[in-house]
């Protein structure tokens, strides 16, 4: 029988130093994994990966971080190589990097396409490759899309329309990966109240961000606190493995599907 629990695995995350992705990785060690790798894009933030090396390892588990643009399918080849030239190969891998912009569709430049296309679509798509590649069998995979896939809504196209393969990539990596036991889930939080938010939204914008959830009123700043986020990750990546090939939005209300 399959052992489902995160005491003693080994965990890869995508944008792992901050954020949610920091928060991620101190839970999973205080809930008993062996040993995180951590990833972080530049040298910006280069800091707080330490101390979410730090963090993690307070908690007993052993860590390490890794700097790498993952836009390309070698970065990410590479970034699964040290991980597993450090703790072995990883039995968990959660990827939550992401890019924003919020701009009417007559404005997008392709530069500017090309880059939301690279980080939201293209990442996602050799990360899955990649971690299907090389984690155990009956590993888990989690990636970060976004509630706005379930919202009718003007300028995000380019950050819900790339974000919108990932929901194929992940049904089609869950039937491809499920023969070694292998589940594959995405979810998409609402908007969640960190740095990634805030300089994409005007005055306006915030505050109706703030109200928009059905359960708005009993949160502390009215949008998803990252905190909510990280219980389902952790039941995704231990007893909820029976969830596979489905994109969860876990929102408070704030988009449907």
Known sequence: MADHGIEGKTVLIAGGAKNLGGLIARDLAAHGARA????????????EALETVKAV????????????????????????????AAFGRPDIA????GKVLKKPMLEISEAEYDAMSAVNAKTAF???KEAGRHLNDHGKIVTLVTSLLGAYTPFYASYAGTKAPVEHFTRAASKEFG??????????PGPMDT????????ADAVAYHKGAAALSPFSKTGLTDIADIVPWIRLLVSE???MTGQTILVNGGYTTK
């Open 36 to 47: 995180i790798a951590i990833h972080y894009n530049s040298a910006g933030s280069a800091a």
């Open 57 to 84: 390892e307070a908690a007993g588990a052993r860590a390490a971080a890794f700097q790498a643009d993952l836009t390309s399918a070698g970065a990410v080849e590479t970034l699964f190589a040290n991980a597993i």
């Open 94 to 97: 959660i990827n939550t990097v």
């Open 126 to 128: 050799f990360f899955l």
């Open 179 to 188: 023969e070694r036991g292998i589940s594959v889930t995405a979810i998409g």
């Open 195 to 202: 740095p990634f938010f805030y300089p994409a939204e005007g």
């Open 240 to 242: 909820g493995w029976w």
